[in-house]
């Protein structure tokens, strides 16, 4: 989804309207089919009214015939977008995960990067988003804003561990062409590496185990399962399909993905998003804007997956699918090993410390040589 700031309601009704829609469409060429996770998000979906944030749900549920009280469910919202009774519906129609986008706890970093929330807002929604009782409360923090130091990114974790969220996502800075920080001619050092580290070794001291580059996770002792329990379906990303609905959402299959046109400058959103509302109900059937994964962009993909994840590439897993070895198909992934980067563990290659350090230039060193030239084609928007 992308972001956009709109007080037009009657946009709004006509996108959701869209979006119902382009459902019907697309559970109609799946056919029988079962999901087993749902995620709600990128902008903000409780910017919505709280009737089209229903109807939202409600596409999921009852178009798309996903059991929304069986299955894991996120939602992120934003501080001044989490009320009382948005998050009293999410939570009785099942969503188990409430992520939100805090950034910083530190006022002036968030208005530097245009967030007009205020810290006592940020504190009060994460008391409402506890009260109502979410399983998982996710808090996502910035580092490398403008102004910032090791001691206020510091700050922030630690005002952040007050909720106790059971997972923490720490991002990088990323500053893209086109948008208000990449058009800006102000200057900040860059501090980015030495948050990371003092941020990580300090969620690791507090009991946090580490799953990516960016996601911490509680350690909490296992609980016995409850009679009443149903286990949530079984989901591999490296296996299973993924289906997005929305402008911007993206969707895949072992071959194929795809989604709307990309942008990320204000005028480019627009356009896209009016586009999408006036999208022919029939064009929904047809994908025209995506990218055909041949035998070795598959390779790459499971690799890149595995490898950036916790669990790691396991040799065995990569030959029974693709029946082929990893450095017979791909031999400069020895060069990690050269660098610290990655070692291998009873059939299994993983990221050291300082691989997951630079999970972000590994993962772009996988790309082919054909998605790169793809991506310097590409005319920003």
Known sequence: MFTTVTHNQDFVTQYVKTLQKQAKHVKAALGKSSFARLAIGGGTPTQLPIHHLETVLNVAEDTMGADLQQIPISVEMSPETATKDKLELLRSRGVTRASIGVQSFVESEVAAVNRRQTTAEVEAALTRMRAAGFPTINIDLIYGLPGQTV????????????????????????????????????????????????????????????????????????????????PSPIYCCQADGMVGLGCGARSYTDELHYSNEYAVGGKGIREILQGYIKTPEESFDFVNYGFELDSEEKRRRYILLSLLSHEGLNFSNYQTRFHTKVFGDFPELSELFDLDLAIEDKGILRLTQNGVEYSDAIGEWLFSGKVRDLMQRYELK
């Open 151 to 230: 001691e206020t990114w510091l700050r922030s974790i630690r005002a952040a561990l007050r909720f106790q969220p059971e997972e923490i996502f720490l991002y990088p800075l990323y500053v893209r062409p086109l948008t208000g920080l990449g058009t800006s001619d102000k200057e900040w050092d860059d501090i980015r590496l030495n948050c990371y580290r003092q941020g990580r070794d300090f969620l690791m001291s507090q009991g946090y185990t580490q799953t990516s580059m960016r996601m911490f996770q509680k350690v909490s002792p296992p609980s016995p399962p409850s009679p009443l329990s149903t």
